[in-house]
């Protein structure tokens, strides 16, 4: 393949916030093609370098390089862009518009039509919303809740606002897209079903970024894992290597100093 | 939405409602003039409110950003037309220059709104949009010197009204037997105007556009992470609403064939908003009724309640201009605290509210 292997590299991502580092140099590279997992203890800065990355935060030092090219990551719409989609911890849909419409909001990067287009409804535009509507109903489709396609977001069980929120996320057609804690909240068979979903999406040649706190979930799927802890990287490497580091089971159990 | 709505409906019963609105609204002109061109000009107030409240519609109903200085935008659209079209400059540019020209400087000074004030948001944007109408009207008011560009308080009289050619809509003409006067041209002029701010709305609501609109509204965040230029997208929406402001005022220097800045205080930007939230945020027929019925509400007042006190206590009491704030008042307690979302609210918002109540 031509492209480079590496979709994304993190250089020295510093992050604070007042006198409360956040994020401290932390340095990460994810490759094309695989699913990279992101855990730690609460508040280690995990949702933090998610917002960083996606520019949702300015970060004091540091930067991204994304698919060979510099992340000007000071505006989250750029940040999609260039083809970082991402989910959001505490679920942020539009809950007053339907399922489709959420998806379809996703279509707006990759469309075009504006006032003109609207108001004349010429064959160009007419043509655009039938294919973002089209695209909208396949992704349902994909993430397994088109039955629910014209209910209103909020109205949606939990698991399938996690996935809406997915299939929203996929419809600005990322190179990389990162979930945040998909799992939270979310029973034995519905996580199951979530691995299978997100497996799926890498294999259609999506790299995935995943935050987690379901250790048994992040084991069993990703290909590597970096473990924050109070804003640092104190791990990367497979899931069989990280579970026997020693500074992890520090960080999560807890060290010898009390 | 509005499109399912309307193809559930058979065609057949579609077009006789389209052509029942359509008699209607040519009939109300020759009727009203039957009570004298006073209420041809009410009529007309009230299609300019519909007018100017759907053009509303687009900022505060559907990119959800709170604007009480809309009636700038009206003032700077009769301005434009009056300072073009009046002997205070000598001026006396044809209406379909001025019209667009008025639109395109009213919104250019919505985007000078709608530029420092991105960032905020609900009560922090209402204060500061209110600022900018008041400052608009001072501006107005105080503009008569070093040099004198709008005439101070006194205004700018004996302008132009909207000629064709030789058709005046000032006078009254006969045309194919029938007479018609001058308000009743401008009632033709406002419904065909108004026909468009409607088809715009509608237009609007169901594109892209409209979507990254409504997303905003719901979770701007979100609306950013899905590569919506939440900036770009805003900006569009006050610089649309403001051209919709800025033709309604054009149109009302016209017909007026007078302004000054006493128009346009924050009373009528509250008037307007009101008639947006009372009818129903974000869907248009609900804010046409609040239009109609908040410009109808004084001529109602001024016509019924005066000689309602003469009869029955032989005396004025009320003053009809008190009393109409105090209805106006008691209304809008009365709507909020019944009907939140609005006296005809779209079926989608009304859920919204309805579940946030539970």
Excluded at chain 2, 77 to 104: E, K, M, R, T
Excluded at chain 2, 297 to 314: H, K, S, T
Aim: proline share 4%; with cysteine; net charge neutral.
């Amino acid at each position: 393949m031509s492209e480079p292997q590496i979709l994304l590299e993190a250089h020295d991502v510093a992050k604070h916030f007042g006198g409360v580092k956040a994020l401290h140099d932390v340095s990460l590279t994810i490759r094309r093609g695989e699913i990279y997992g992101l855990i730690g203890p609460n508040g280690a800065g995990k949702t933090t370098f998610f917002n960083c990355l996606t520019g949702l935060y300015k970060n004091e030092s540091g930067h991204f390089v994304f698919d060979g090219v510099e992340l000007a990551a000071d505006a989250p719409h750029k940040a999609a862009e260039v083809g970082i989609a991402r989910t959001f911890q505490n679920i942020r849909l539009f809950g007053n518009m339907t399922g489709i419409e959420n998806v379809m909001v996703g279509r707006h990067l990759r469309t075009h039509a504006g006032v003109f287009g609207a108001l004349t409804r010429n064959r160009t535009t007419m043509a655009e919303e039938a294919a973002i509507t089209r695209r909208a109903e396949e992704l349902l489709h994909y993430v397994g809740i088109h039955e629910r396609a014209h209910d209103l977001a909020k109205n949606l069980s939990y698991g399938d606002q996690r996935r809406l929120e997915i299939a929203r996320a996929l419809a600005t057609e990322p190179k990389l897209l990162a979930l945040d804690e998909p799992a939270a909240g979310m029973n034995g068979t519905e996580t199951e079903a979530l691995r299978v979903l997100v497996e799926g999406i890498c294999r259609d040649g999506v790299t995935v970024l995943l935050i987690e706190h379901d250790v048994k979930l992040v084991m069993g799927l990703c290909g590597r894992v970096a473990v924050l802890d109070y804003g640092e990287k104190i791990c990367e490497d497979v899931p069989a290597v990280v579970q026997k580091d020693p500074r992890v089971i520090e960080a999560y159990l807890g060290g010898s100093v009390a | 939405m509005n499109g399912q709505v309307k193809t559930s409906v058979p065609w057949q019963r579609h077009w006789l409602g389209v052509l029942l609105i359509a008699v209607v609204l040519l009939a109300v002109p020759f009727v009203a003039a039957l009570g004298g061109q006073a209420w041809v000009r009410i009529a007309n107030f009230a299609i300019l409110y519909i007018f100017l409240a759907l053009g509303l519609n687009i900022v505060v109903g559907y990119a959800g950003l709170l604007d009480l200085g809309y009636v700038a935008f009206y003032a700077v659209g009769a301005y434009a037309y009056a300072l073009l079209a009046s002997p205070h400059f000598g001026l006396h540019l044809p209406f379909w220059v001025i019209l667009p020209l008025g639109a395109g400087i009213a919104c250019l000074f919505g985007m000078l709104l709608g530029a420092p004030t991105l960032k905020l948001r609900g009560d922090y944007l209402a204060i500061v949009t209110l600022g900018f109408g008041e400052i608009i009207r001072i501006f107005l008011n105080n503009l008569n010197a070093p040099i004198n560009v709008t005439n101070g308080a006194q205004g700018i009289t004996l302008i132009d009204p909207i000629r064709i050619g030789e058709f005046s809509f000032a006078t009254t003409s006969t045309l194919l037997g029938i007479e018609i006067s001058g308000p009743q041209k401008y009632y033709f002029l406002l419904v065909a105007l108004a026909i468009l701010v409607i088809i715009v709305n509608v237009r609007l609501q169901n594109s892209r556009v409209g979507r990254a609109w409504q997303a905003i509204r719901e979770d701007e965040v979100a609306a950013k992470a899905c590569g919506i230029n939440t900036r770009n997208i805003k900006l569009l929406a006050f610089a649309m609403g403001a051209s919709f402001g800025g033709i309604a005022g054009g149109v009302f220097s016209a017909m007026q064939g007078f302004v000054s800045p006493e128009s346009f205080s924050l009373m009528e930007s509250i008037t307007i908003l009101a008639m947006v939230v009372l009818g129903g945020m974000g869907h248009i027929p609900g804010v046409i009724l609040g239009a109609v019925l908040l410009t109808a509400l004084p001529e109602v007042l001024r016509y019924g309640i005066e000689p309602l006190q003469d009869a029955l206590f032989g005396r004025m009491i009320i003053d009809p201009e008190s009393l109409r704030m105090l209805i106006f008042g008691l209304a809008m307690v009365l709507v909020m605290r019944f009907r939140p979302a609005g006296l005809w609210p779209s079926p989608q918002r009304r859920r919204e509210l309805a579940e946030h109540s539970d």
